[in-house]
C-alpha cells in the first residue's frame, strides 16, 4: 500500500505541474479576446471583454479557478463555439477511449500467444521468417499502415466505405467494424515490438537455473514456458504495454484524421488551428490523466506479477 500511495502522490504532483505549464502556455499564446472580437476590435471592446472574462486578473488565480472548476467538471466554455467544454468533449472522448482499447486488445490478442510460440521455436526457419516480418512492420510509421488499409480493404476490396463514419449511438456493430481498421493501425506496430518483446523476454527466462531444474523433473520446453517461464517473461511486457497504451492515444490523433473519426484527437487538432484554448486545456489535461493512469496500473500489475519489485 505504502509503494501504490507513493505512486499516487507523484502522479497527482505531476499532473499539477502538467496543468499548470500547459495552462500557462496556452494562455500566453492564445489571446482569446482577439478570437472572439477579431483583429479589428476597437481596444475599449477588448478591454471590456477581457475584463467580463476575467483575463485582467493575475494568471495563477486564473489556473487556481480554472482547475477547482475542472475538477468539479466544469471545463469552461469553447470561445468559437460558445458551447460547455464538457458537452463538446464527451462523446469524442469515448469515442477515440475505445479506439485505444481495441488497439490494446488487439496487441495483447496476438503478441503474447505470437511471442510464446516464437519463444519455443527458437533458431527455425520458422522463426528467422518472423523475425525479418517484426523488423519490417516495426520500421512502419502507423500512418502508412492506415493508407495501406484504407487502399487494400476500402478501394480495392471494398469491405468498408473511406471517409465513412457509423456513431455507437446509430449501430454498435457497424460502429465496432469501422473502429477495426484505425485501431489496427495503431497496433500493428506495437504488436511487432511486443511480440519480439516477450520472445526475448522468454528465452532469457527459459534460460534460468529454475527452468533446467524443471526439465530435470521431466516438463518439456512447452510445459516448462507454460508452467514457469511465460508468467516472469511477462513483467517487462506489463511495463511496456503499458507505455505504450498510453502512445496509442496519442498515435490515433493521426489515424482519427485518416479515417475520418470525431474522436478526441480530430477536435484537439481543429481547436489549436482555431486558438480555442479552453476546449485544448482541457484535452490536454485529460491525455496527461490517461497516460499517468496507465503507467501506474502497469506498475501495479507489474508488483502482482513479480513480487520482487516491491523490494
Known amino acids: 500500500m505504502r509503494y501504490i500511495g507513493k505512486k499516487l502522490l507523484t502522479l497527482l504532483a505531476t499532473l499539477l505541474a502538467v496543468s499548470f505549464l500547459s495552462y500557462a502556455a496556452f494562455e500566453m499564446i492564445g489571446d482569446p479576446v482577439a478570437t472572439i472580437l477579431g483583429t479589428n476590435a476597437t481596444p475599449e471592446a477588448a478591454a471590456q471583454l477581457r475584463a467580463d472574462m476575467g483575463l485582467d486578473r493575475p494568471l495563477p ?3 487556481g479557478e480554472w482547475l477547482w472548476h475542472f475538477m468539479g467538471g466544469d471545463m469552461g466554455t ?16 469515448a469515442v477515440t477511449l475505445i479506439m485505444t482499447l481495441m488497439a490494446v486488445i488487439l496487441t495483447v490478442a496476438v503478441s503474447v500467444p505470437a511471442g510464446a510460440w516464437l519463444a519455443r ?43 465513412r463514419f457509423v456513431p455507437y449511438t446509430e449501430s454498435w456493430p457497424l460502429f465496432l467494424f ?34 533446467l531444474t524443471a526439465y ?10 507454460k508452467a514457469h517461464a511465460l508468467k516472469n517473461a ?39 488551428g482555431t486558438r480555442d484554448i479552453p476546449v ?26 513479480d513480487p520482487r519489485v516491491r523490494l
Not at 191 to 205: G, N, Y
Not at 216 to 225: D, E, I, M, Q, Y
Open 61 to 63: 488565480l486564473r489556473y
Open 280 to 305: 485544448v486545456e482541457a484535452i490536454v489535461l485529460i491525455l496527461a490523466v490517461w497516460v499517468m493512469l496507465i503507467h501506474l496500473i502497469g506498475d501495479i500489475l507489474g508488483q502482482i506479477l
Open 178 to 211: 469501422y473502429m477495426i481498421f484505425p485501431a489496427l493501425s495503431v497496433a500493428l506496430p506495437r504488436i511487432a515490438m511486443t511480440t519480439k518483446m516477450l520472445r526475448a523476454s522468454a528465452l532469457e527466462e527459459l534460460g534460468r537455473d529454475y527452468i
Open 216 to 225: 530435470s523433473r521431466g516438463h518439456s520446453r512447452r510445459s516448462a514456458l
Open 234 to 272: 511477462m513483467l517487462p511486457v506489463v511495463t511496456f504495454l503499458a507505455a505504450n497504451a498510453a502512445e496509442m492515444l496519442a498515435g490515433g490523433i493521426v489515424i482519427e484524421q485518416l479515417f475520418s473519426v470525431p474522436g478526441i484527437g480530430r477536435l484537439l487538432l481543429s481547436s489549436i
Open 121 to 163: 521455436r527458437e533458431g527455425r526457419p520458422v522463426d528467422k521468417v518472423f523475425t525479418v516480418l517484426n523488423q519490417i512492420l516495426m520500421a512502419v510509421p502507423p500512418f502508412f499502415v492506415a493508407v495501406l488499409l484504407t487502399v487494400v480493404f476500402g478501394l480495392l476490396l471494398r469491405v468498408f466505405t473511406p471517409g
Open 78 to 93: 469553447s470561445y468559437i463555439y460558445r458551447l460547455p467544454v464538457r458537452e463538446m468533449i464527451g462523446e469524442k472522448l
